[in-house]
């Protein structure tokens, strides 16, 4: 069974900076171009970003310059390094491969406060 599994969550001041990990039991992040989500309850998950398996990033308008999606195929990880916080990005973020209906993981909650 293929699902992510996502870490590094916690809570923050405004400013501040954080770093997810998401590792892909069941396969390898290698193969795929893995994105990010964020959700917040009794609300549609959003994208924030993307990387593909050349290690190109897109990334959305709100969140450029301040958050970058990187790869470390050994440790068969991508990571989500954000910087510049706001309350506004208080959610859980979830990995997911691209264009795939495989599980989604239970996502980390990141809260940032004021």
């Known amino acids: 069974q293929v699902r992510p599994v996502e870490s590094g969550g916690g809570s923050v001041q405004a400013g501040g900076s954080l770093r997810l990990s998401c590792t892909l039991s069941?396969?390898?992040?290698?193969?795929?171009?893995m994105s990010w989500y964020l959700q917040v309850p009794g609300k549609a998950r959003v994208w924030v970003g993307d990387?593909?398996?050349?290690?190109?990033?897109a990334d959305a308008d709100p969140v450029k310059g301040r958050f970058t999606i990187t790869r470390d195929n050994a440790k068969n990880t991508v990571s989500l390094q954000m910087s510049s916080l706001n309350p506004e990005a208080t959610a859980v973020y979830s990995c997911?491969?691209?264009?795939?209906?495989?599980?989604w993981g239970q996502g980390t909650q990141v809260t940032v406060s004021s």
């Open positions: 990387i593909n398996t050349g290690g190109s990033t």
């Open positions: 997911h491969i691209d264009g795939q209906t495989t599980d």
């Open positions: 069941g396969s390898t992040v290698s193969f795929w171009t």
